[in-house]
């Protein structure tokens, strides 16, 4: 399945609801840069896929030592975590996108993670949205994350949000179909449509990404 990537969420969101005027028969898998390229350095190593959901990762890159754990049909070890804890093997690379953020304590939850489930070297790439009781805002001090190991990526949405807003609202405010593609009434409408749910919210990739290597 051909992959097409993203630097920001609000651009994949706008291809993916299919707000775009063009070609809405075509649907490649959507990710954004960065998991794209963790995948692609790990695809070969046997790698946790940390809350899996639908075990998508191995599926469109075709990562056949990769074990997805999940309490889904799709997962290689089915259950949370927490419950299948002692079947999880030890592996070179772990990648969580928007599920460690589960867990009442986050940090505990990756250092436990990291102590207990990747070898010396590894690395694990994992992300947290707002939702429920977890804020990417509470974790979003990279001195914290480097305790754990050498912090090779970080970025946190608030870090960026100026920017993000500005870049939406040009893009969707200079796009001359848009809001016939959104059935939305104003393009106020359509801006806090998206913001809503790739700024406020990032249910795709999280508000804070971060990659840690032991
Ligand atoms: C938003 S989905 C993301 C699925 C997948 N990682 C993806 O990017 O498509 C979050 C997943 O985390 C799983 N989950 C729930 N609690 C968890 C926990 N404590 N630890 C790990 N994963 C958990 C859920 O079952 C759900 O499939």
Request: glycine share 6%; with cysteine; net charge negative.
């Amino acid at each position: 399945m051909p992959v097409q990537t993203y630097d920001q969420t609000w651009q994949l969101f706008l291809r993916t609801m299919q707000y775009t005027s063009r070609r809405p028969d075509f649907l490649p898998y959507c990710t954004l840069k960065p998991i794209h390229d963790f995948i692609e350095q790990n695809k070969e190593q046997v790698t946790l896929d940390w809350g899996c959901g639908e075990n998508n990762h191995k599926l469109v890159y075709g990562c056949d030592k990769w074990i997805g754990i999940d309490r889904t049909l799709e997962a290689d070890i089915y259950g949370f975590p927490r419950d299948v804890w002692n079947t999880i093997p030890q592996s070179t690379a772990i990648l969580a996108i928007n599920s460690v953020h589960f867990s009442p304590n986050v940090y505990d939850e990756v250092e436990r993670i990291i102590t207990d489930k990747l070898v010396d070297g590894g690395a694990m790439f994992f992300t947290i949205n707002d939702t429920g009781h977890a804020k990417a805002a509470l974790y979003s001090d990279i001195d914290k994350w480097k305790k754990l190991g050498t912090v090779d990526y970080f970025w946190y949405i608030d870090d960026h949000r100026e920017q993000l807003e500005n870049d939406l609202a040009d893009h969707l405010y200079n796009d001359p179909t848009a809001d016939m593609k959104l059935g939305a009434t104003d393009m106020s409408d359509m801006y806090h449509h998206v913001h809503k749910l790739t700024i406020n919210q990032d249910p795709f990739h999280g508000r804070l990404r971060v990659k840690i290597t032991k």
